[in-house]
């Protein structure tokens, strides 16, 4: 059984989840996000532990309160608070928004922005935004993110030469390879040259780790056009440079016309993913 956590007294900056809509009488949160729960008898002050990677806390019998003063059970909120089946879980930077920032009369869709995700959830950190928005401040900080790590020389990244697979991002020239997560922000993936000679990345899909030629990739998620990419066709690169995954520089040809290495290949088309994999 686990030990629960419990202090003597309660932060001087907690106040009582007393609000309309997420309203427990026996909780209180501070501005810094931790919550805690004073026994209604013993008095005694447990402290809530975060779920998923510090972004939620469990809240299996959250409550509202209507404006007539009856208390109801609280129904799901897009971006605030998620129920499945009797388990309830809240938001803890948009738990406190809601008591510290501003308290939304209807936060339905709504999402508590984390202003700098580089430092932790204060109210001076947090603001509210619409899903479009945050979405906006989101790719705004990968434009940041991609642009830092360029020469100072270098003009400032297009967003364009890059497309999501799966949560990463790939450039169309072959060099960057970027996935984004909710605790570690944006992370370069390390591009390693097989023993075969070609450049490849690991990537987790689905939670499971999938090595990919880098080449068949950078082809598959930067055309407009679809086509299977069956066991006989090879990727080619136009310069005979194997490391210069560059879009423009890739084409396609069979076995034959690889060896040849004519000049009547085809220009490169989207691939199916499942040719991408690197067969061992």
Not at 32 to 55: C, K, M, S, W, Y
Not at 182 to 203: C, E, M, P, Q, W
Request: glycine share 6%; charged share 25%; aromatic share 8%.
């Amino acid at each position: 059984m686990a030990i629960r956590k419990t202090i003597e007294e309660l932060p001087a900056d907690a106040i009582p989840c007393d609000g309309p809509l997420m309203y427990h009488q026996d909780k209180h949160v501070s501005p810094d996000g931790r919550l805690f729960t004073v026994h209604p008898t013993t008095g005694t002050i447990e402290v809530a532990t975060p779920t998923d990677n510090h972004q939620y806390y469990a809240w299996c019998n959250a409550k509202q309160r209507l404006s007539n003063g009856s208390i109801i059970d609280m129904d799901k909120i897009t971006g605030f608070y998620r129920l499945n089946k009797g388990d309830g879980r809240v938001l803890i930077r948009a738990l406190v928004a809601y008591y510290f920032v501003e308290r939304l009369s209807d936060p339905d869709g709504m999402r508590a922005h984390l202003i700098d995700s580089n430092e932790p959830i204060s109210p001076g950190n947090l603001r509210w935004v619409t899903a479009d928005e945050q979405t906006r401040l989101r790719m705004n900080k990968l434009r940041s993110k991609v642009g830092t790590n360029k020469s100072s020389d270098k003009e400032d990244i297009d967003l364009t030469a890059y497309k999501e697979f799966h949560g990463y991002v790939v450039k169309t020239d072959g060099t960057e390879v970027i996935k984004h997560t909710k605790r570690n922000g944006f992370k370069n993936i390390a591009i390693r040259v097989g023993s075969d000679g070609y450049h490849n990345v690991t990537l987790t899909i689905n939670r499971q780790q999938k090595c990919y030629r880098l080449n068949r990739l950078i082809a598959m998620i930067h055309h407009s056009e679809s086509k299977e990419l069956s066991s006989d066709i090879v990727i080619d690169h136009i310069d005979g440079n194997i490391l210069n995954n560059a879009f423009s520089n890739l084409t396609i040809v069979d076995h034959v016309e690889n060896v040849r290495r004519g000049n009547s290949a085809t220009n490169f088309i989207k691939v199916d993913p499942s040719s991408m994999l690197i067969q061992y």
